[in-house]
T-cell receptor
Framework: DAKTTQPPSMDCAEGRAANLPCNHS???????VYWYRQIHSQGPQYIIH???NNETNEMASLIITEDRKSSTLILPHATLRDTAVYYC????????????????FGKGTKLTVNP | DADVTQTPRNRITKTGKRIMLECSQT?????MYWYRQDPGLGLRLIYY???????NKGEISDGYSVSRQAQAKFSLSLESAIPNQTALYFC??????????????FGPGTRLTVL
C-alpha cells in the first residue's frame, strides 16, 4: 500500500468546514483513497472512499486531485463530536492484483473542533 | 444495538494466563478481523477469517490464536499472556460482495493489560 502524509494536527471552529489534506504522491492507478476516523479509543469508523472522482455522502465530501497525488476530506459543518483522529489510507481494492486484507493506519490527523 | 460487539471491554490479567477476547457481529458479513493498536503504531492486523473454514495470519500473529465458531463469532486467544501484549484490541468485519467498496466496520475495542 502507498504511503500517505497527513498533518499531525488541525483545529477547526464549530460550525465551520474542516478541510483535512492528505498527500499520496506514489499512489497507483488501482489504489483507492479511504478515510476513517477514530474518536478517542473507540473503534475506527469508515467515512468515505474514492478512486478518481469526487465523492460525497452524509458524513463528508472527498476531493481528489486530477493527478490523484493528493486528496482533501471535507466535513462541511464540523461539530464537537467530530473531534477525532482522521486517517487517510490508500489501498488496492481487495480481489485486485496486489490487494490486501489489512488496512494500514498511519498516524493520522488529530482534528480538534473548538466551540 | 451495535453491529459489532466485543467482550470484555476491559481486562487486566497476569503474565502467563490464558485470555480469550470475543467478537460478535450482526452485520451478516463473512469476513472478520482482529487488530491491535499500540500508542504511536496505528493498527496492526493479527488474524483474519474469510469464513468459518478459512483462517489467515496477519502481520503479527505470533503469540495469538483464533477461532471462528460461526459466521457471527470470531474469538482471539492469548495462550500465555505477556506484558508486551498490553494493547487495545479491535475486531472488524467486512462484506466481500463488492471489492471496490470494501470497508471495514470496527467494534468498540477491548483494552487488555497484562501485568
Amino acid at each position: 500500500d502507498a504511503k500517505t502524509t497527513q498533518p499531525p494536527s488541525m483545529d477547526c471552529a464549530e460550525g465551520r468546514a474542516a478541510n483535512l489534506p492528505c498527500n499520496h504522491s506514489t499512489i497507483s492507478g488501482n489504489e483507492y483513497v479511504y478515510w476513517y476516523r477514530q474518536i478517542h479509543s473507540q473503534g475506527p469508523q469508515y467515512i468515505i472512499h474514492g478512486l478518481k472522482n469526487n465523492e460525497t455522502n452524509e458524513m463528508a465530501s472527498l476531493i481528489i486531485t486530477e493527478d490523484r497525488k493528493s486528496s482533501t476530506l471535507i466535513l462541511p459543518h464540523a461539530t464537537l463530536r467530530d473531534t477525532a483522529v482522521y486517517y487517510c489510507i490508500v489501498r488496492v481494492a481487495r480481489g485486485s492484483q496486489g490487494g490486501s486484507e489489512k488496512l494500514v493506519f498511519g498516524k493520522g490527523t488529530k482534528l480538534t473542533v473548538n466551540p | 444495538d451495535a453491529d459489532v460487539t466485543q467482550t470484555p471491554r476491559n481486562r487486566i490479567t497476569k503474565t502467563g494466563k490464558r485470555i480469550m477476547l470475543e467478537c460478535s457481529q450482526t452485520k451478516g458479513h463473512d469476513r472478520m478481523y482482529w487488530y491491535r493498536q499500540d500508542p504511536g503504531l496505528g493498527l496492526r492486523l493479527i488474524y483474519y477469517s474469510f469464513d468459518v473454514k478459512d483462517i489467515n495470519k496477519g502481520e503479527i500473529s505470533d503469540g495469538y490464536s483464533v477461532s471462528r465458531q460461526a459466521q457471527a463469532k470470531f474469538s482471539l486467544s492469548l495462550e500465555s499472556a505477556i506484558p508486551n501484549q498490553t494493547a487495545l484490541y479491535f475486531c472488524a468485519t467486512s462484506d466481500p460482495g463488492v471489492p471496490s467498496t470494501d470497508t471495514q466496520y470496527f467494534g468498540p475495542g477491548t483494552r487488555l493489560t497484562v501485568l
